[in-house]
């Protein structure tokens, strides 16, 4: 079993920054490729950015792309996400997920991940 659990979320003004952070815990050999999501209410979970564990190649959505920078340590077995200059549109629940299986390229489907964790809630309003 694989554990994750986020942290880092939180009210920020546009242009803003957070970080956010999920600890990994359990089997983590099974890690392929580890990503975050995000969802609003309403809308579907959407690929944020998502990383291979071997190699380090990192995936980005367009609306993120040049302000989000994801990263994995493994000596701690956390993912982070970097989140500057931050949008109300960036408002949303986010999600750290694990697939340790094939996944699409880029790996950025909810549907592809079978772990994930329970979310950190990001806001951003002036």
């Known amino acids: 079993q694989v554990h994750l659990v986020e942290s880092g979320g939180g009210s920020v003004q546009p242009g803003g920054s957070l970080k956010l952070s999920c600890a990994i815990s359990?089997?983590?050999?099974?890690?392929?490729?580890l990503g975050w999501f995000r969802q609003s209410p309403g809308k579907e979970r959407e690929g944020v950015a998502a990383?291979?564990?071997?190699?380090?190649?990192?995936y980005y959505a367009d609306s993120v792309k040049g302000r989000f920078t994801i990263t994995q340590d493994n000596a701690k077995n956390t993912l982070s996400l970097q989140m500057n200059d931050l949008k109300p549109e960036d408002t949303a629940m986010y999600y750290c997920?694990?697939?340790?299986?094939?996944?699409?390229?880029?790996?950025?489907?909810?549907?592809?991940?079978?772990?994930w964790g329970q979310g950190t809630q990001v806001t951003v309003s002036s």
């Open positions: 359990g089997n983590t050999y099974r890690s392929v490729v």
């Open positions: 997920a694990l697939e340790g299986g094939a996944v699409s390229e880029p790996p950025l489907r909810a549907d592809e991940y079978r772990f």
């Open positions: 990383i291979y564990t071997a190699g380090q190649r990192s």
